[in-house]
């Protein structure tokens, strides 16, 4: 195993904002300083932190500081796992003392009047971004919550389910309005209410009792990603009643899919009206965290993989016809020799009576936008594909797509497949570059696989999350970026990683295996996220039947400036504007026009007008411009009413400071019809 450096992160992510009153509070930044670090407790190494945050909020800025601590064992376990205790870190410490001769670390800061509310989670988000740092800690904790810490731990773990390996609670408040407001059958604490009234920016009770984001609600993330909680609970309970808290919240967590288990402890003394009670099994919450923590040094791939609807309609007809067609859109990194071809490999293995036939449409520098526009022409029959394998997230980040966009276009390319082939499995993939690994290593989802995985999500589609896989493996000191994956086009190593990864998906996809009845299952279109998504984008030839003067079709255009092209750009048909400020006209029919053109060193600025209406500027350059004719779509109008409409085009005289002209070469139409 090979040693690197954590990345040192300079600044501090913007973590959520209090929406009570409407108003954001923002962490600007945090440091964590060790203050004394030969203390004990109960005969363990302690070390004495101290989290300082600066906030905004309204429009001030100030800092505060945080009380932390953390307890480490005389030997580390491999994998450095860790335990994060919500409250009360000196009550009930006999399953700590099991965990830490197991070899686990206990962690805790001091947010102790702050009742879980919105800046209490971003104390916990700024401390747990700074102990993992500060301590190289494993990504995925175990919760530790007593009485109010429920609100503290659910509270962050339901933002941040994949950081959690488990929660376990001891008659742990899950509904504010049960205890402090006293509500139901509970006795409530009326100035602990007063407090959390302050913290969360309450004006009234009644604002409070409207508030939904307590324990209680919001547990699909958990539930979806599988996080056992364990709950230890008195039945005489009346400061925190279970039947006001555990129960709802754990009927609620099993009818999600979510694994829970509930403890009564009924055996020794019941103080403070039921609420302190004796932990009869430390031994069985020690196990529980063992048992549910990450420890191996080597991660398994299927934590960073999404099953959803899975792929067995695949299996089937892989296992039972004698032809199968496999299709990889994407883009440079698809174009590649590498994982596309291990897959082919593996497939053909696996199958060895079924002939493949590989469609390989991958096409550097193209994202989502692109292949939207492109998939009629690349993959042939359509209706024929089995598996289709897409990625995307590099280069709609590169190249500067916006959210929207990003939206738009992969929906559109499911949509589009699924209606010309509802037995069709997809699989989507996010590849990694170095700007996503140090997304997550500050403690964020980078923005273009939240905007795939949302599309993904909404129609059950599987993915893959290499750019988070890599991520944790190089935190992991399996490998590193510099020596071994070297580029964001991976080396044959990095091509490794992501081929053991996807197979690692298949094979589990298909462990049951075929049985004698099963189907192949006709997919489910739900309700389009964005109805201007590019379902029926197509590319439209530039060959117009009629002249106009200042543009000019060349059959067969090369360039001349001895600059490169790619692959179907070059000796093939283009509308190049040979003039300036001469006016071109083009009708169609569809929700959204675009152009594909060749931007190379020479790219001008182009004005557009649809319809009549004003005159809008492109600047058809982009920031690779100089170096190739590279293609490159633009999108003029995505929301247009469904009909008739006319594109009005002309290049002006004035053009991009780095580049050597005004050109415009036009290689399709792009149109969503």
């Given at each position: 195993?090979?040693?690197?450096?954590?990345?040192?992160?300079?600044?501090?992510?913007?973590?959520?904002?209090?929406?009570?009153?409407?108003?954001?509070?923002?962490?600007?930044?945090?440091?964590?300083?060790?203050?004394?670090?030969?203390?004990?407790?109960?005969?363990?190494?302690?070390?004495?932190?101290?989290?300082?945050?600066?906030?905004?909020?309204?429009?001030?800025?100030?800092?505060?500081?945080?009380?932390?601590?953390?307890?480490?064992?005389?030997?580390?376990?491999?994998?450095?796992?860790?335990?994060?205790?919500?409250?009360?870190?000196?009550?009930?410490?006999?399953?700590?003392?099991?965990?830490?001769?197991?070899?686990?670390?206990?962690?805790?800061?001091?947010?102790?009047?702050?009742?879980?509310?919105?800046?209490?989670?971003?104390?916990?988000?700024?401390?747990?971004?700074?102990?993992?740092?500060?301590?190289?800690?494993?990504?995925?904790?175990?919760?530790?919550?007593?009485?109010?810490?429920?609100?503290?731990?659910?509270?962050?773990?339901?933002?941040?389910?994949?950081?959690?390996?488990?929660?376990?609670?001891?008659?742990?408040?899950?509904?504010?309005?049960?205890?402090?407001?006293?509500?139901?059958?509970?006795?409530?604490?009326?100035?602990?209410?007063?407090?959390?009234?302050?913290?969360?920016?309450?004006?009234?009770?009644?604002?409070?009792?409207?508030?939904?984001?307590?324990?209680?609600?919001?547990?699909?993330?958990?539930?979806?990603?599988?996080?056992?909680?364990?709950?230890?609970?008195?039945?005489?309970?009346?400061?925190?009643?279970?039947?006001?808290?555990?129960?709802?919240?754990?009927?609620?967590?099993?009818?999600?899919?979510?694994?829970?288990?509930?403890?009564?402890?009924?055996?020794?003394?019941?103080?403070?009206?039921?609420?302190?009670?004796?932990?009869?099994?430390?031994?069985?919450?020690?196990?529980?965290?063992?048992?549910?923590?990450?420890?191996?040094?080597?991660?398994?791939?299927?934590?960073?993989?999404?099953?959803?609807?899975?792929?067995?309609?695949?299996?089937?007809?892989?296992?039972?016809?004698?032809?199968?067609?496999?299709?990889?859109?994407?883009?440079?990194?698809?174009?590649?020799?590498?994982?596309?071809?291990?897959?082919?490999?593996?497939?053909?293995?696996?199958?060895?009576?079924?002939?493949?036939?590989?469609?390989?449409?991958?096409?550097?520098?193209?994202?989502?936008?692109?292949?939207?526009?492109?998939?009629?022409?690349?993959?042939?029959?359509?209706?024929?594909?089995?598996?289709?394998?897409?990625?995307?997230?590099?280069?709609?980040?590169?190249?500067?797509?916006?959210?929207?966009?990003?939206?738009?276009?992969?929906?559109?390319?499911?949509?589009?497949?699924?209606?010309?082939?509802?037995?069709?499995?997809?699989?989507?993939?996010?590849?990694?570059?170095?700007?996503?690994?140090?997304?997550?290593?500050?403690?964020?989802?980078?923005?273009?696989?939240?905007?795939?995985?949302?599309?993904?999500?909404?129609?059950?589609?599987?993915?893959?999350?290499?750019?988070?896989?890599?991520?944790?493996?190089?935190?992991?000191?399996?490998?590193?970026?510099?020596?071994?994956?070297?580029?964001?086009?991976?080396?044959?190593?990095?091509?490794?990683?992501?081929?053991?990864?996807?197979?690692?998906?298949?094979?589990?996809?298909?462990?049951?295996?075929?049985?004698?009845?099963?189907?192949?299952?006709?997919?489910?279109?739900?309700?389009?996220?964005?109805?201007?998504?590019?379902?029926?984008?197509?590319?439209?030839?530039?060959?117009?039947?009629?002249k106009t003067k200042g543009w000019e079709y060349i059959p067969s255009w090369v360039p001349t400036d001895k600059v490169g092209t790619r692959a179907n750009y070059h000796h093939v048909p283009m509308l190049v504007a040979s003039k300036t400020?001469?006016?071109?006209?083009?009708?169609?029919?569809?929700?959204?026009?675009?152009?594909?053109?060749?931007?190379?060193?020479?790219?001008?600025?182009?004005?557009?007008?649809?319809?009549?209406?004003?005159?809008?500027?492109?600047?058809?350059?982009?920031?690779?411009?100089?170096?190739?004719?590279?293609?490159?779509?633009?999108?003029?109008?995505?929301?247009?009413?469904?009909?008739?409409?006319?594109?009005?085009?002309?290049?002006?005289?004035?053009?991009?400071?780095?580049?050597?002209?005004?050109?415009?070469?036009?290689?399709?139409?792009?149109?969503?019809?």
């Amino acid at each position: 195993m090979k040693n690197i450096s954590l990345l040192v992160l300079l600044c501090c992510f913007v973590f959520g904002s209090n929406n009570v009153k409407g108003q954001t509070i923002q962490c600007l930044s945090s440091k964590l300083i060790s203050k004394n670090t030969d203390q004990k407790w109960k005969g363990y190494n302690r070390t004495n932190l101290s989290l300082e945050i600066e906030f905004k909020e309204k429009g001030k800025t100030y800092q505060e500081t945080y009380q932390a601590r953390i307890v480490t064992p005389k030997k580390v376990l491999k994998g450095n796992p860790w335990v994060w205790r919500a409250r009360f870190p000196d009550w009930h410490t006999e399953m700590d003392r099991i965990l830490l001769d197991q070899g686990y670390q206990i962690a805790f800061v001091n947010t102790n009047n702050m009742l879980g509310s919105p800046k209490a989670v971003q104390v916990w988000n700024a401390f747990y971004k700074e102990i993992r740092k500060k301590f190289n800690l494993s990504e995925k904790v175990a919760l530790e919550a007593v009485s109010r810490g429920g609100l503290f731990a659910y509270n962050w773990a339901k933002i941040n389910p994949q950081k959690v390996s488990c929660i376990y609670a001891e008659a742990p408040v899950c509904d504010f309005k049960s205890w402090p407001k006293g509500d139901g059958i509970g006795r409530g604490d009326k100035g602990t209410w007063e407090r959390l009234k302050k913290e969360y920016r309450f004006k009234n009770d009644k604002k409070a009792k409207a508030y939904t984001n307590i324990p209680l609600n919001g547990l699909e993330a958990l539930a979806d990603n599988k996080v056992p909680i364990l709950h230890m609970i008195g039945l005489k309970d009346m400061i925190v009643p279970p039947t006001e808290n555990t129960i709802p919240l754990v009927n609620k967590y099993i009818k999600l899919g979510g694994p829970a288990t509930v403890i009564p402890c009924t055996k020794g003394k019941q103080n403070l009206e039921g609420h302190h009670f004796e932990i009869e099994t430390p031994q069985i919450g020690a196990d529980f965290i063992q048992n549910h923590t990450p420890i191996d040094p080597h991660l398994d791939s299927k934590n960073f993989h999404q099953y959803r609807d899975g792929i067995t309609n695949s299996l089937l007809k892989f296992t039972r016809n004698k032809t199968a067609r496999v299709a990889f859109l994407g883009g440079s990194i698809t174009y590649n020799h590498g994982w596309r071809d291990s897959i082919s490999t593996y497939l053909t293995k696996r199958f060895p009576n079924t002939k493949f036939e590989f469609i390989a449409a991958g096409i550097p520098s193209m994202g989502s936008t692109p292949a939207a526009f492109r998939l009629e022409r690349d993959i042939k029959n359509l209706e024929s594909i089995d598996l289709l394998f897409e990625e995307a997230a590099v280069n709609d980040s590169s190249n500067g797509r916006t959210n929207k966009e990003q939206k738009r276009a992969m929906e559109g390319i499911v949509r589009h497949l699924r209606e010309k082939n509802q037995e069709m499995d997809i699989v989507l993939m996010h590849f990694v570059d170095p700007s996503k690994i140090a997304t997550y290593n500050n403690g964020e989802t980078p923005a273009v696989i939240k905007n795939h995985e949302s599309v993904a999500k909404h129609y059950e589609i599987p993915s893959i999350n290499l750019a988070l896989e890599v991520t944790e493996r190089i935190n992991n000191e399996e490998f590193n970026w510099k020596d071994d994956f070297k580029n964001l086009h991976p080396s044959p190593f990095g091509q490794g990683v992501y081929a053991h990864s996807m197979i690692t998906f298949l094979e589990n996809s298909w462990s049951r295996g075929v049985a004698q009845d099963d189907k192949v299952t006709r997919y489910t279109m739900p309700k389009a996220l964005d109805k201007h998504n590019y379902s029926h984008g197509i590319l439209k030839s530039v060959k117009l039947d009629y002249k106009t003067k200042g543009w000019e079709y060349i059959p067969s255009w090369v360039p001349t400036d001895k600059v490169g092209t790619r692959a179907n750009y070059h000796h093939v048909p283009m509308l190049v504007a040979s003039k300036t400020n001469k006016k071109l006209k083009y009708k169609f029919h569809g929700k959204a026009i675009g152009i594909a053109i060749a931007a190379g060193p020479d790219a001008g600025i182009l004005e557009y007008a649809i319809d009549n209406k004003e005159w809008k500027r492109q600047n058809l350059a982009t920031k690779w411009s100089n170096h190739i004719h590279l293609p490159w779509y633009y999108i003029l109008d995505a929301e247009l009413e469904e009909g008739e409409h006319t594109l009005y085009l002309r290049m002006v005289d004035n053009k991009d400071q780095e580049s050597s002209h005004n050109a415009c070469r036009i290689r399709y139409f792009i149109v969503n019809e």
